[in-house]
């Protein structure tokens, strides 16, 4: 199986995105995906999950800002990102564990089956 993202590209403070992520070979609607990002010289970090049953979940720093959703149709997840800020730049994964439901520690990236390449958002004035 395979995640493909895309979507990245450039914005100003304050600004919004919206990220997509395709997926393919294996059945994606019974899985909770995820976002994770990396920023230069920094570890990388889970964003936002979201389960197989519509849960959510978020990292508080995007909390009330960022906003994960799904169209299994599409067999895509996607990450709306408004009112940005120059932290939020950095590479945007997509990935999944292979488990129906986010849990409590989505964000450790345990047992992550797939990795996407990533997508580069940048922030700036």
């Known amino acids: 199986g395979t995640v493909v993202e895309s979507g990245g590209g450039s914005v100003q403070p304050g600004g919004s995105l919206r990220l997509s992520c395709e997926t393919s070979?294996?059945?994606?609607?019974?899985?909770?995906l995820m976002w994770f990002r990396q920023a230069p010289g920094s570890e990388r970090e889970g964003v936002s999950c979201?389960?197989?049953?519509?849960?959510?979940g978020y990292a508080y720093s995007v909390k009330d800002r960022f906003t994960i959703s799904r169209d299994n149709q599409q067999k895509s997840i996607y990450l709306q990102m408004t009112s940005m800020k120059v932290e939020d730049a950095g590479v945007y994964y997509c990935?999944?564990?292979?488990?129906?439901?986010?849990?409590?520690?989505?964000?450790?990236?345990?047992?992550?089956?797939?990795w996407g390449e990533g997508t580069l958002v940048t922030v700036s004035p």
């Open positions: 990935a999944t564990a292979m488990k129906r439901f986010c849990g409590d520690t989505w964000a450790a990236q345990d047992n992550i089956k797939y």
């Open positions: 070979g294996f059945t994606a609607d019974y899985y909770a």
């Open positions: 979201i389960s197989s049953t519509m849960g959510t």
